[in-house]
């Protein structure tokens, strides 16, 4: 890196706005979508992809709801040109779907553009020169006239060759980009787009599609969101053209830049699946979307099984979408840290509780089942973690409901491990760690035998009777009492053999599905003359056993230590 780079680089120059009305927009609806993934995408690959490979895409592309789909540069080479016939031959663009063609202002590759799109029922056609100061000096050497007479003549011959084709049946639209908008003056950028519009002869029932792109993204999406604001206010013919914007992601604002552009009045968004494109790729399209979807909008685009569209992307294009990727990326609904999962906890047992259907989790934007992913783990456990995520692994996972009490003294057993290993626990491990700690105690006392009555005296009230056989070591003994219930009557029981120390403080206690089984969970609190706490748990098929073994878990936990 240089000392001083206002030596190296050229800063961008905003535009002069007295007022701008764009901050003060909302984006209410969806931009009509163009997919240019296998354009813009497939011509940054490294391997671009095969005819099967792009069939497959635009099939995943077509079922995501995309209507306008830009398919390819097919004057640039065979591959290009046997995807398009394959499409049209084959049939397999829907009725209500437009394949769009790109091709740069030069005769040759137009005609040859006219040539390929034989047969196709709806088409853009979309043709393009760069404009701004920069590719004017270094690469067409050519004034700001010369640039606007690639377009025109480009425009020209376009309307000479529509002719036949529009009268053989196929419904032909245009479009026109002026490449490296963002580095254009405004007043440039209208002067050419309103000379291809009359050339073209758009009209508010023929419009043409003007496509902004910000080819290299070189200045902060609030400036281009001046341009855009500038552009429409400035452009004689507005009611003749859609504007559609065409983000790359350059500084990595590319969304940022989108949806300030659709604040400036932009109706038609260029994007990719996952930000695939040249360089730092396209806007992602999925982003966009979803980024929609949370604000209450309906997209208008179907991402509710996300990972099956991923893994078509990353199959044909062998491309790999970052573990950070919004949306889509493996970590982005996985909470490691302490505090982020006891909020993400409390957040799905409200939910769970309330009635009401509005999304209220924190830190997880989005329901993760609303693109397909409800079962992947949303809170995962490493030294990061706390007693919340403990918890919420055993019960999204196994269905333990840890009651709150407890939560401390097992996520203390649990962090004790990951400071152990210095990895990350999973599920399966947790849940070793909590039966070791928990339900296999059965020393130095063990229930033997058990039986209980229950009897109802002459006032009404029912009383309940335990008999059982215990044993302590080598010692076995027997024991009974009463109580009101089978908990206290085993309590009572118990009482009087060296167990008597603890007092009972707290009993929860619920059934869980164990394969085809359900099964009881009871959890116990009890209290030691010191006023220590100790927890136990009982796992039974029987409702009456699992408290009592629960207890049982809880005097030889203290006792044993
Ligand atoms: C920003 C974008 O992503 S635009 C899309 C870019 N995509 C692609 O280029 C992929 C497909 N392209 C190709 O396969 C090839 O470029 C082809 C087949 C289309 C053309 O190939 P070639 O003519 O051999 O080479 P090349 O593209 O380098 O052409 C450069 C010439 O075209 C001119 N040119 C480039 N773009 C345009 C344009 N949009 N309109 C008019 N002229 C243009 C250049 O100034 C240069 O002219 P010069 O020869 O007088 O110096
Ligand atoms: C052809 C145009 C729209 C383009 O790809 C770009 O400017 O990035």
């Known amino acids: 890196m240089v000392k001083d780079p206002k030596n190296k680089y050229i800063p961008f120059v905003p535009i002069k706005m007295e007022h701008r ?44 709801g995309v209507k306008e789909i830009e398919v390819g540069f097919p004057s640039a080479s065979e591959t290009e040109y046997e995807f398009l016939q394959a499409l ?13 063609m790109l091709v740069q202002a030069r005769p040759h590759l137009i005609r040859k553009t006219f040539e390929a799109m034989e047969g196709a029922k709806n088409v853009i056609l979309h043709f393009y020169n760069s404009t701004s100061t920069l590719q004017r ?3 067409f050497h050519s004034d700001m006239d010369g640039i606007i007479q690639i377009a025109v003549d480009a425009a020209k011959l376009i309307r000479e060759l529509s002719e036949p084709v529009i009268r053989g049946g196929t419904n032909l639209r245009y479009q026109y980009s002026p490449e490296s ?33 910000s080819t290299v993204e070189n200045c902060m999406p609030n400036y281009f969101a001046d341009e855009i604001e500038y552009f429409i206010e400035h452009l004689p013919s507005r009611d003749c053209a859609i504007i559609s914007l065409h983000p790359h992601n350059d500084r990595g604002e590319g969304v940022a830049t989108a949806e300030m552009g659709l604040l400036a009045g932009a109706e038609r968004m260029e994007a990719t699946l996952f930000g695939n494109g040249e360089r730092t790729g396209n806007v992602d399209m999925v982003t966009l979307a979803m980024n929609m979807y949370t604000q209450g ?25 970052g573990e950070r990727q919004p949306y889509v990326g493996e970590l982005v609904f996985t909470a490691f840290s302490g505090s982020h999962q006891d909020a993400i906890n409390k957040g799905v047992q409200y939910m769970r509780e309330s009635n009401s259907t509005l999304w209220e989790v924190p830190y997880l934007p989005i329901d993760p089942s609303d693109v397909g992913r409800q079962y992947e783990p949303i809170i995962r456990i490493n030294s990061q973690s706390g007693k919340g995520g403990a918890a919420f692994v055993m019960q999204a996972n196994f269905g333990y409901d840890i009651p709150k009490a407890m939560q401390p003294e097992f996520g203390q057993i649990v962090q004790v491990e990951t400071d152990r290993v210095g990895t990350e626990l999973k599920p399966e491990r947790i849940y070793e760690l909590f039966r070791d700690a928990y339900i296999d105690i059965d020393a130095p006392y063990r229930l033997i035998k058990h039986a209980f009555r229950e009897s109802t005296d002459g006032t009404g009230v029912s009383h309940v009777t335990f008999e059982g056989t215990l044993s302590h070591k080598d010692t076995v003994f027997q024991v009974s009492g009463e109580g009101n219930g089978p908990i206290d009557a085993f309590f009572n ?14 009993y929860k206690e619920h059934a869980i599905q164990a394969g085809s089984d359900s099964m009881a969970v009871a959890y116990i609190q009890l209290r030691d003359a010191q006023g220590t706490d100790h927890f136990g748990v009982g796992v039974d098929h ?11 878990s809880a005097i030889n936990r203290a006792v044993g230590k």
Not at 196 to 211: M, Q, W
Not at 297 to 311: H, K, T, Y
Not at 493 to 506: L, N, P, S
Request: charged share 20%; hydrophobic share 40%; net charge negative.
């Open 88 to 100: 049209i031959d084959g049939h397999h663009i829907p009725d209500d779907v437009t394949i769009q």
């Open 493 to 506: 029981a118990i009482h009087g053999q060296k167990m008597d120390r603890f007092t009972f403080v707290d």
């Open 181 to 213: 908008f963002m580095g254009t003056e405004m007043d440039n950028a209208v002067l050419i787009c309103q000379r291809v519009l009359e050339e073209l002869g758009a009209t508010p029932e023929n419009k043409v599609i003007l496509n902004l792109p």
């Open 542 to 552: 029987n409702i009456n056993l699992a408290p009592l073994r629960g207890i049982l």
């Open 297 to 321: 909008v309906n997209p208008g685009l179907d991402f509710s099984n996300i990972n099956q569209i991923r893994s078509v992307y990353e199959r044909v294009t062998k491309m790999k979408v």
């Open 137 to 139: 000096k270094v690469v």
């Open 21 to 64: 009305a764009w901050p003060d927009h909302q984006i209410t609806h969806p931009p009509v979508w163009c997919s240019v993934d296998l354009r813009d995408g497939n011509q940054a690959l490294v391997d671009p992809m095969n005819v099967e490979e792009k069939l497959e895409l635009f099939h995943t592309l077509v079922d995501i």
